[in-house]
């Protein structure tokens, strides 16, 4: 069974329930959730928008490859209103990034993980921090909770529940 840390986030519409639908979605189509950090409120990252983000972190155990679940996340994050405009950051109803696919490094086409900005958004890491301090990350050999505290993010990011 694989382990998979996922990042969700939400800056349109009913966020919370987006999330909720995000995770049961994720649990029917993925795998099985085993953990998830609380909610986080930040600004949007690398863009202007009126709505702040809703965060959250979640882990899922899953028989499928790296490929077969970003292929799942697309479909579930189209269902749920994603629209995708490629190389330029908006708004969007869901977000679904993979941070982690056990400890292994994947460089294919369309996919890296782990995912390359981890260590420079607080947004990620500080939900990440709550549910695997930690974990090590397979490129910088150093923990999430290490990263946090060397993450030069200044944005105001806070647990909301």
């Known amino acids: 069974m694989n382990i998979v840390y996922l990042l969700l986030g939400s800056n349109l519409n009913n966020r919370l329930l987006l999330l909720e639908k995000a995770r049961i979605a994720i649990s029917e189509k993925i795998g099985r959730l085993e953990k998830q950090s609380g909610i986080y409120e930040s600004s949007p990252w690398g863009f202007e928008a009126e709505t702040n983000f809703l965060n959250q972190v979640i882990v899922v155990h899953s028989s499928f490859n790296p ?27 869901i977000d679904i990034d993979i941070l982690f696919f056990n400890n292994d490094i994947v460089d294919i086409p369309d996919l890296i993980i782990p995912h390359k900005q981890i260590h420079t958004r607080k947004f990620t890491l500080l939900p990440l921090a709550e549910i695997a301090s930690g974990f090590i990350h397979p490129v910088f050999n150093k ?14 990011v806070y647990l909301l529940k």
Do not use: A, F, H, M
């Open 143 to 156: 923990s999430i909770i290490d990263l946090l505290n060397e993450c030069k993010d200044q944005s105001v």
């Open 67 to 93: 490929k077969e679940i970003l292929e799942k996340i697309k479909t579930i994050e189209c269902e749920l209103g994603r629209e995708r405009i490629p190389g330029i950051y908006t708004s969007r109803t």
